[in-house]
T-cell receptor, first 115, second 112 residues
Framework: QQQVKQSPQSLIVQKGGISIINCAYE??????FPWYQQFPGKGPALLIA?????SEKKEGRFTISFNKSAKQFSLHIMDSQPGDSATYFC??????????????FGTGTQLKVEL | DAGVIQSPRHEVTEMGQEVTLRCKPI?????LFWYRQTMMRGLELLIY????????DSGMPEDRFSAKMPNASFSTLKIQPSEPRDSAVYFC??????????FGSGTRLTVV
């Protein structure tokens, strides 16, 4: 019930291409969906987040697409750059009573952007 | 703000020894989380606090693990006795209300 499934596990994209990472969830009480970016030797850092009242959110080259009926959301990185090479985690949490602020993380996607 | 501060950055210890990891959250954040990251298991939530009170410790793997938050600006995660399978990167994160976490840089623990 609390799982967030993420795919693919790893991804290689050419510079300038589009990187797409997908996540699916089961708990319909989830109402906050962030994406985190982690570089080697660093902690994950919040990249972009969405709430289910919108279907898409864009910040620069990063876009979250959200499909509430399918219980899926995805991260799109446009014009991917070598500096985007990192591990990306999707996550979800619920603001309902008892949910606290506990994020459930996906298993991560290692993105490599090649020249 | 200096962000979430963890210490030490690296810790190498012998099996059976006590290990204490430290975390200073961002001022004003009322949630504090301890995570463990390994290649095999990814990011695992160990325990989290709200207003210094432990809310959910169901992720703490064994009684060898304990965590405290004596005040709003400090938390510790202790492992006693440590075992080689405890080797991992341990992250502390803090947040306010319902929002994104800010993670520290982590403590890389190696138990030999």
């Amino acid at each position: 019930q609390q799982q967030v499934k993420q795919s693919p596990q790893s991804l290689i994209v050419q510079k300038g291409g589009i990187s797409i990472i997908n996540c699916a969830y089961e708990n319909t009480a989830f109402d906050y969906f962030p994406w985190y970016q982690q570089f080697p030797g660093k902690g994950p850092a919040l990249l972009i987040a969405i709430r289910p009242d919108v279907s898409e959110k864009k910040e620069g080259r990063f876009t979250i697409s959200f499909n509430k009926s399918a219980k899926q959301f995805s991260l799109h990185i446009m014009d991917s750059q070598p500096g985007d090479s990192a591990t990306y985690f999707c996550a979800a949490s619920t603001s309902y009573t008892g949910g606290g602020n506990k994020l459930t993380f996906g298993t991560g996607t290692q993105l490599k952007v090649e020249l | 703000d200096a962000g979430v501060i963890q210490s030490p950055r690296h810790e190498v210890t012998e099996m059976g020894q006590e290990v204490t990891l430290r975390c200073k959250p961002i001022s004003g954040h009322d949630y504090l989380f301890w995570y463990r990251q390994t290649m095999m298991r990814g990011l695992e939530l160990l325990i989290y606090f709200n207003n210094n009170v432990p809310i959910d410790d169901s992720g703490m793997p064994e009684d060898r693990f304990s965590a405290k938050m004596p005040n709003a600006s400090f938390s510790t995660l202790k492992i006693q006795p440590s075992e080689p399978r405890d080797s991992a990167v341990y992250f502390c994160a803090s947040s306010f209300d319902i929002g994104g976490y800010t993670f520290g840089s982590g403590t890389r623990l190696t138990v030999v």
